[in-house]
């Protein structure tokens, strides 16, 4: 069963601070990595993927890669309340299918 | 592109009775998928269609459901008959067959069985 897991949260950060969310995933053969934010009541929505180790980054948003350690990471820079969603890590092996995680609440504070 | 369509938004059904969610991809996409979500769950992947082929429906959840499509620009998923324990919101999402792409969701089906 492949697995990956979450922080549930409620992560709770203040405005202008470094929001960082945590992922791992149990299939080593995992080839994809995207993060996905969701507001309350919408669909996910693609934000970042990444494929290699190391960080990819775009704009506020910087994605991490430890394919050895099995874990990916997300960090929001410069939190604004508008960022307050769930955000759910999805992983991809062979083939098409992502197996998502259960989601992180992210909560940032004016 | 007007992205990936969902019909109805909101459907409230009593048990017993058969509901059909629809979904239109998005053009060119070849990927289709249909994914359930609740509070318990979470994201749960029900079945996926490759250029119209059913290729795993390993999720989904007994003989009561079933999906089809028809065509490149066309799917449903059909619950009959439905049960209170059904009610989820069911997402619609689909790419192109590239790893370099992740999936586009639709707005979701809000299904409620009372």
């Known amino acids: 069963q492949k697995e990956v897991e979450q922080n549930s949260g409620p992560l709770s950060v203040p405005e202008g601070a470094i929001a960082s969310l945590n992922c791992t995933y149990s299939d080593r053969g995992s080839q994809s990595f995207f993060w996905y934010r969701q507001y309350s009541g919408k669909s996910p929505e693609l934000i970042m993927s990444i494929y290699s180790n190391g960080d990819k980054e775009d704009g506020r948003f910087t994605a991490q890669l430890n394919k050895a350690s099995q874990y990916v990471s997300l960090l929001i820079r410069d939190s604004q309340p508008s960022d307050s969603a769930t955000y759910l890590c999805a992983v991809r092996g062979y083939g098409q299918n992502f197996v998502f995680g259960p989601g992180t609440r992210l909560s940032v504070l004016p | 592109d007007a992205g990936v369509i969902q019909s109805p938004r909101h459907e409230v059904t009593e048990m017993g009775q058969e509901v059909t969610l629809r979904c239109k991809p998005i053009s060119g996409h070849d990927y289709l998928f249909w994914y359930r979500q609740t509070m318990m769950r979470g994201l749960e992947l029900l079945i996926y269609?490759?250029?119209?082929?059913?290729?795993?429906d390993s999720g989904m959840p007994e003989d009561r459901f079933s999906a089809k499509m028809p065509n490149a620009s066309f799917s449903t998923l059909k619950i009959q008959p439905s049960e209170p324990r059904d009610s989820a919101v069911y997402f619609c999402a689909s790419s192109f067959s590239s790893d370099n792409y992740g999936y586009t969701f639709g707005s979701g089906t809000r299904l409620t069985v009372v």
């Open positions: 269609f490759n250029n119209n082929v059913p290729i795993d």
